[in-house]
Nanobody, 126 residues
Framework: QVQLEESGGGSVQAGGSLTLSCAAS?????MGWFRQAPGQEREGVASFYTPMSKTYYSDSVKGRFTISLDNADNTLTLYLRMDSLKPEDTAMYYC????????????????????WGRGTQVTVSS
């Protein structure tokens, strides 16, 4: 079992920045961030392949968001640094993890992630 707990959400004006954190009980092959806006499907934002520290991003956030993983003092934390935020980034953001090895076409596919946090809300005003 993998426990995940997000923090760091909040309200920010367009163009601003936020950093989300996800405390994880253990590492898995892929650890990622997903988001869900009201009335919309949950979508993959970014993922981190831990064995090679390789990162993947959706086209909508590429160049603005940065995913990273820190393992200091035996505390595992997944971060999502979000810059140049837009109103369309408003959503509940979820941390997720999977023990599976994924093909590149499925890295941001929510259906292959087995463990989920409860989410943290991000609101971007114009």
């Amino acid at each position: 079992q993998v426990q995940l707990e997000e923090s760091g959400g909040g309200s920010v004006q367009a163009g601003g920045s936020l950093t989300l954190s996800c405390a994880a009980s253990t590492s898995t092959y892929y650890m990622g961030w997903f988001r869900q806006a009201p009335g919309q499907e949950r979508e993959g934002v970014a993922s981190f392949y831990t064995p090679m520290s390789k990162t993947y991003y959706s086209d909508s956030v590429k160049g603005r968001f940065t995913i990273s993983l820190d393992n200091a003092d035996n505390t595992l934390t997944l971060y999502l640094r979000m810059d140049s935020l837009k109103p369309e980034d408003t959503a509940m953001y979820y941390c997720a993890a999977t023990r599976s090895l994924l093909g590149t076409t499925r890295i941001l596919d929510k259906t292959v992630y087995d463990y989920w946090g409860r989410g943290t809300q991000v609101t971007v005003s114009s």
